[in-house]
């Protein structure tokens, strides 16, 4: 009996029917009454677009040939960086800041007989000296007198300068330069190129050079080394 009682509940199981469903609905199917507009465009309007060259990206640039083109094509690359660029902008305004600023210095520089070293750093104005001074200037200058003060008052750095301004008034006077206030250091070392006391004085040029324009500190025993510089030229061209 009760073997019956179970091969009955087996046959109600597998009917159809009686079956559980062994899958889920879907309930994000939702139903919409809404009507798609589907656009179809013109086909004059896209013929125009396909004729434009600006809108042909199939095309390959030609490859530059002469030096002008290729520097013309990497300065136009350049500047499509530059302008088409958020950090490429930046970068082309600060290099236009900093150019401006250095041009703005430069200017102050000159307007103010290049002293803006001594500005910054808190010298006394008064105590500068331009070496910008034409042949007339330099004969009225006493440089002799000045050199003696600046060494009694060990001021090497001014001391430096006026012994320089002496050499160059002595070889002008030797005539073995020509000196003009538009003139540099190197147009008086190539004047005095083939003279034997070229080398003295590119050294002597070196260690004004230092000193004036690279603002190195010099001392009594430096300045003694420039001091022996200018006495050897002297001597070679006294004897010369």
């Known amino acids: 009996m009760h073997r019956v009682f179970k091969q009955a509940f087996l046959l109600i199981l597998f009917i159809p029917g009686w079956s559980t469903p062994l899958y889920a609905q879907d309930s994000l199917q939702t139903e919409t009454e809404s009507v798609l507009d589907v656009r179809i465009p013109d086909v004059e309007i896209i013929e125009d677009?396909?004729?434009?060259?600006?809108?042909?990206?199939?095309?390959?640039?030609?490859?530059?040939?002469?030096?002008?083109?290729?520097?013309?094509?990497?300065?136009?690359?350049?500047?499509?960086?530059?302008?088409?660029?958020?950090?490429?902008?930046?970068?082309?305004?600060?290099?236009?800041?900093?150019?401006?600023?250095?041009?703005?210095l430069v200017i102050i520089n000159q307007t103010i007989g290049g002293n803006l070293i001594n500005v910054f750093s808190r010298k006394n104005p008064e105590k500068s000296f331009s070496m910008n001074i034409g042949k007339e200037e330099l004969d009225q200058l006493k440089l002799q007198e000045m050199l003696e003060k600046a060494l009694s008052n060990s001021d090497f750095h001014a001391a430096t300068r006026y012994l320089y301004l002496i050499t160059l008034k002595m070889?002008?006077?030797?005539?073995?330069?020509?000196?003009?206030?538009?003139?540099?250091?190197?147009?008086?070392?190539?004047?005095?190129?083939?003279?034997?006391?070229?080398?003295?004085?590119?050294?002597?040029?070196?260690?004004?050079?230092?000193?004036?324009?690279?603002?190195f500190e010099i001392?009594?025993?430096?300045?003694?080394?420039?001091?022996?510089?200018?006495?050897?030229?002297?001597?070679?061209?006294?004897?010369?």
Not at 87 to 100: K, N, S
Not at 219 to 238: A, C, E, I
């Open 219 to 240: 001392d009594k025993r430096g300045f003694s080394k420039v001091q022996t510089l200018f006495n050897s030229l002297k001597s070679k061209l006294n004897n010369g």
């Open 49 to 104: 677009y396909a004729s434009d060259s600006d809108f042909n990206y199939q095309s390959i640039p030609e490859n530059p040939e002469s030096f002008a083109e290729r520097f013309l094509y990497q300065l136009y690359m350049l500047f499509s960086f530059l302008f088409g660029n958020p950090i490429g902008g930046f970068v082309l305004r600060l290099f236009l800041y900093i150019a401006i600023g250095s041009l703005i």
């Open 171 to 215: 070889l002008n006077e030797h005539n073995l330069i020509s000196f003009s206030i538009e003139k540099t250091n190197f147009d008086y070392e190539r004047e005095l190129a083939s003279h034997p006391s070229s080398p003295l004085f590119t050294k002597l040029t070196s260690y004004y050079e230092f000193v004036e324009y690279g603002d």
